[in-house]
């Protein structure tokens, strides 16, 4: 295929009018003998700082002309954006359902030996939405859609402190001489039969320590991950109906 060389290096098809690399005109292509040195270069694996190829129909494949102009900093904004949006359209299929599930608890009649019936469906009732352990709960255990709910899991977490850190050395206190509080998770959750309203079953779960050190004095509170392992093995160890 016909191609052009640009003068920092890259080589581009002949149809294209700017260097897909570096912007430059095709009206600053390299000379004839030009490219044959850079052949001979490359035939002779003369490192070079800047690339002496690059095939621009991998770049028009997996880097579309209407993503050139975003650089770097636009990549990142969009990974970003898909981090939390993405979470939030799987979960949304069930927001029409959160009030129910929230409020079975008040109407719950006698307890019962504790059991899942269907899928499961946590629940976090202190933001009124699917709690992440959703995503952390086994495919086999774990409600895909509102129609397979059989059991909710009504999660209650609050943090309580566990220590402080000191400025200099970022080491845990017993008393507040520092901006930068460790604190660890204490979660109450109550199971709960969806069809029947029934509360099956009351546990508390704590979370990990927040961590011995960190780096710094940090402006926002550090804190161990929530007890979503403890969890994930009181649900998988409970008979199924």
């Not at 006698?110 to 992440?132: A, C, F, L, N």
């Not at 943090?159 to 109450?188: H, Q, V």
């Not at 990990?208 to 392992?229: A, R």
Request: aromatic content about 10%; overall charge positive.
């Amino acid at each position: 295929m016909a191609a052009w060389f640009c003068r920092c290096g890259a080589e581009n098809d002949i149809g294209e009018k700017v260097c897909l690399f570096c912007g430059a005109s095709s009206d600053r292509a390299l000379s004839a003998s030009a490219v044959a040195t850079l052949k001979e270069a490359r035939a002779r694996n003369i490192a070079r700082k800047q690339p002496l190829s690059i095939n621009a129909r991998w770049r028009k494949q997996f880097w579309p002309p209407s993503a050139r102009g975003l650089g770097v900093a636009g990549v990142l904004i969009l990974v970003v954006a898909a981090w939390y949006i993405v979470p939030f359209l799987r979960k949304l299929p069930f927001s029409g359902y959160i009030p129910t599930y929230v409020m079975v608890a008040e109407s719950a009649g006698t307890p019962e030996s504790p059991y899942v019936r269907g899928k499961v469906i946590p629940i976090d009732v202190v933001g009124k939405q699917v709690d992440d352990l959703w995503f952390k709960i086994p495919d086999a255990l774990r409600a895909s859609n509102p129609q397979d709910v059989g059991t909710v899991l009504l999660i209650n977490c609050t943090s309580e402190i566990a220590g402080y850190y000191f400025p200099e050395d970022a080491k845990p206190s017993s008393s507040n001489t520092s901006n930068t509080i460790g604190r660890r998770w204490m979660c109450a959750t109550d199971l709960v039969d969806e069809g029947s309203h029934h509360v099956l079953d009351v546990q508390h779960f704590t979370g990990v320590e927040p961590p011995n050190s960190i780096d710094g004095n940090q402006l926002f509170d550090v804190s161990g991950p929530k007890p979503y392992g403890q969890m994930i093995f009181y649900l998988t160890g409970l008979p199924r109906r």
